[in-house]
């Protein structure tokens, strides 16, 4: 075979096996408890609902679910997308909008349209992993600026786009999950919106609101979208059937000015010619039969009790200790927790696996290379019952790596 | 808004509206008879077969098929997959095939991990497409080599190879359909494909077989694949379930050495996660049920009346003129019509818009800017009276223009 070390692309170089990918390996043995996942509760799929429109559309108009459809959407989507955002108050037209294969596939066209390699890029401090994997294979320079519980730390965010304004880099967006973010579970504060949006403005540079969870809120009030909140068309939004119907569709769809939804349209013709029309169809007949509010009420009250569940085995298990926190995400499937900073958690990861429970270790969300005292806890497809026994089993194991602090093997070697 | 002409990619920049995308539009006039698509017959759909299947797999499992999949693709449609090809001679295992959201990502995740800005490509003078532009997003630069009636002419291949070779360029891959190609509808002959395998290994150069229509060869006898008569693993083959199930799905694969396999699949996960669950499971399904065989003759009798009928026609209806001529395709959707030199295929587009025909202007297959006297046109989605008449009305078009052969307005500038 030929050399693929010598001819493998530059992004392809890049495309390091992911951290989350080889760890996640070790937690499928059954009787390991995951907190390490993402995945929706089977249990709130609409399987009956899916089954009746699948037969339906089938029997209706079986030649255009099961042919090629316009790389757009299919029309019946995007008018249904259009009336569902209209219905809650946004101001989304048809033309406004293109389907994606789920949030993903946005993610890799906005990189696709906008990065060159070592344009810098902001992210969140941590942020969605599969967001820095999309623009790091176009060659992104991640800018990291810290999160709090209020999400961005807009402070720090205008010293960075100061800096790389002064240096006149070609920065080319900010990233934000801002509603109940992956990993840190935590939501942008209303304040904050204005004045990520006033800094769009202010600095000339695009927002990327990626927003999969933003439906699914079990406490607190909604604050207005990125996106409702800009007048400038500085803000894509990215959004997913994947938490709300189920994630199995690949159907979510992309929101932002015409001009931009022409190039993604362009863009995602040479990427996957058009999303699965099938798939489409479910979603676009989900919501014509007006089910998805209901839909996702029962939902929130599945994810409610799921959370409530986790904050509670936490509040129960955990030791006190004042270096040890853990956000209280208001919705989405996420929480963060904080340890000790001498407690490595890719260290203690193997050995929470010994002791049967999985999470996925911080340092994969950050860029800059940091978060090892950091975890990403995930509540909605664990049972309530694996919650609780997960959290204390993780609660035993860290009690322990918080006591018996030693030094390394590494540190050893420094020290002699 | 912030200036898109300053923030776009170079990848944007170099994305065109698609010619045919543009010229298509005009096509969709229900008076028109077009060949312009490459649509496969509706009544080719085995609708009662998928209809069944879904049912089946909702009711059997709903959580596997409505949750994320793995990005390697289900485990069972990968093992199906390995099944069929081995049944039919090919060695693919398991670890060979990547599951993508159908060919066009399989080119899209191919042009990723191999091409950097300016790496010379090789592509078919004419080359499909949707080739052309997924590798003109990762910036490739296309080097077209001829094509006659046996596919690609393997002495200018060697020649292009050779000095690609001394001018010491990163040359990546050879990119051919060999199989009743889109568009010139051309097989690559046996002995040619053997050459092309030792090219490979000479001059330490992958190849790109894309091969959607292979299964659907209504005269004449297979050659071996070009997978198959590889041994080094220089072979990627692009395989799709579009044109043998329903292109809807979205769902097709790529077979090649598990080292390439393994870095793809790292690039679909920034891509899209996973392809669509359901449409796997409904290829998984029509396989494991042993419906393929039979289903594709079926589709090979609807084709073949229409290939025959689109020849006939051609037969009958065209001005009998030495420099008009057409191929005769074995299988496949596509014939590819080439005209007299001083006729402009996408001049005389338009005329045959206002008589109620289109078809695909050649230019737009060819890298080189070459083609103005070709076309493309697809017999697999009109019906055989449209054929007909589709053909005589185009034969109409085309005998004015060869006959009424003026100087063009350039032309009269020119000659001014």
Redesign the interface.
């Known amino acids: ?4 070390v010598k ?6 170089r890049r ?4 951290v989350i ?1 080889e760890l996640l390996k070790l937690t499928h043995r059954p009787d390991i408890i995951s907190f390490a996942g993402g ?2 509760d ?1 249990a709130t ?1 609409p ?1 009956a609902e ?2 009746d429109i ?2 339906d559309v ?2 209706r108009h ?8 316009p790389t757009e959407g299919i029309p019946a989507l995007r008018q249904e997308i259009a009336r569902w955002m209209t219905r809650s108050g946004a101001k989304v037209e048809v033309e406004n909008i293109l389907v994606t ?2 949030s ?2 946005g ?2 066209l906005v990189a ?5 390699p070592s ?1 810098p890029v902001i992210v969140e401090l941590p942020s969605y992993v ?1 967001g820095l ?2 623009f ?3 060659g992104a320079r991640m800018i990291g600026v810290p999160t709090d519980d209020d999400g961005i730390i807009v402070d720090l965010l205008e010293k960075k786009l100061e800096m790389l304004q002064h240096e006149m880099e070609h920065y ?1 967006f900010i990233y934000l999950v801002p509603d109940f973010q992956n990993p840190a579970g935590v939501t942008l504060s209303p304040e904050r919106r204005q004045k990520v949006i006033e800094m769009g403005d202010k600095y ?3 927002i990327i609101e990626d927003t999969p969870y933003r439906e699914l809120r079990y406490s607190g009030e909604d604050p207005p979208s990125l996106y409702g909140l800009c007048d ?3 803000v894509i939004s990215l959004h997913t059937f ?1 938490k709300i119907l ?6 979510g769809w992309v929101v932002a ?1 015409p ?2 939804i022409h ?1 993604l349209t ?2 995602k ?11 489409q169809d479910i979603a676009a007949e989900f919501l014509r039969r007006d089910l998805m509010e209901d839909h996702i009420e029962k939902i929130k009250e599945i994810y409610l009790k799921k959370r409530d569940c986790m904050l509670n085995a936490l509040d129960e298990f955990m030791p006190k200790h004042p270096q040890l926190r853990w956000t209280r995400p208001d919705g989405g499937l996420f929480l963060w927790l904080t340890v000790p900073e001498w407690v490595d958690c890719e260290e203690m990861f193997f050995d929470a696996v010994e002791h049967n429970v999985a999470y996925v270790v911080g340092n994969a969300f950050h860029c800059d290379g940091g978060g090892a005292n950091t975890m990403r806890l995930n509540f909605s497809y664990p049972s309530e019952e694996q919650i609780r026994e997960g959290i204390k089993r993780l609660a035993g194991v860290l009690k322990a790596h918080i006591k018996n602090k030693q030094p390394t093997e590494d540190e050893v070697d420094y020290i002699v």
């Open positions: 075979m030929i050399d693929l001819n493998f692309s530059i992004s392809a495309m390091k096996k992911s990918r995945l929706p089977p799929f399987e899916i089954k699948v037969d089938l029997t079986p030649h255009t679910s099961l042919q090629y459809g294969t789920a993903q596939q993610l890799d696709k349209i906008f990065i060159d344009d599969g994997q999309a790091s294979a176009y080319k000339n540079v695009l400038s068309g500085n994947s189920t994630p199995g569709l690949r159907v000015h001009d931009i190039k362009v863009a013709q040479a990427t996957d010619l058009c999303t699965a029309s099938l798939p």
